[in-house]
């Protein structure tokens, strides 16, 4: 099925957003939480939408959390979250098809916590994957020596010059995203993974140090560095 009036498929955003963020040490749900004068999740939105191509941008919260209600937004938010972070993105999956979504459209779905993304970081994915049978996603060569830990202590060293670290957005068409969702269950740890396990290869492309995911208490000072240094 086609999506537009010239046969085109389009582009949609996913943002996964109800997270606890209880890792991070903060009050409450870290996308909440301010960074250079905004709410976290503020500057994520704000990346997506500088992205014309995408058509509209579905934000998946926790049943209940209110902050889109005191804070509107361009996005459409949804309180369809779910217990893991694979059933927020299948259902934020099936609303989008509510909204006019087809399957054969591709969906970017993209960290809420992962600020510091930049139109330009988007745009290369989808320049990168717009012809790929399969999709794929930002990710970084690793660029340190990698370990296994046992016990407190290092049980092996790993060769680190085939590891990549995964970012996000990750880009899939949206059938073949539900299917790897679906097949996978919860346990997945992110869109490339669901769809690894259908046996498909996603594409690695070249994202950035500073897309990482605002995870610990320090990275809040970190990403504010970066975002205020941006402003200057």
Not at 154 to 168: F, Y
Request: proline letters at 6%; a neutral charge; aromatic letters at 6%.
């Amino acid at each position: 099925m086609t999506s537009d009036s010239r046969g085109k498929p389009r582009y949609w955003a996913l943002v996964p957003c109800a997270g606890s963020g209880s890792r991070a040490g903060a009050a409450g749900p870290k996308q909440y939480e301010r960074i250079a004068g905004h709410p976290l999740v503020w500057h994520t939105l704000a990346a997506i939408a500088a992205v014309k191509r995408i058509t509209r941008t579905l934000v998946v919260v926790a049943p209940g959390d209110g902050f889109f209600e005191r804070n509107p937004t361009g996005a459409l938010v949804v309180p369809c979250g779910g217990a893991t972070r694979a059933a927020s993105v299948a259902n934020g999956l099936y609303e989008l098809c509510r909204v006019g979504a087809t399957e054969s459209d591709w969906v970017l779905v993209h960290d809420a916590a992962r600020c510091l993304v930049t139109p330009e970081l988007i745009d290369q994915l989808i320049d990168a994957c717009e012809g790929d049978p399969v999709g794929g996603l930002l990710a970084q060569r690793l660029p340190d020596t990698l370990k296994r830990e046992q016990d407190g202590r290092v049980a092996e060293t790993l060769p680190r010059e085939d590891k990549w670290l995964a970012q996000t957005p990750q880009m899939f068409r949206i059938g073949l995203l539900m299917q790897a969702l679906e097949a996978a269950g919860p346990g997945v740890t992110d869109e490339a993974h669901a769809v690894e396990s259908l046996g498909h290869a996603p594409r690695l492309v070249p994202g950035s140090s500073q897309n990482f995911k605002v995870t610990w208490h320090d990275d809040f000072a970190l990403a504010e560095a970066v975002l205020k240094g941006r402003q200057r």
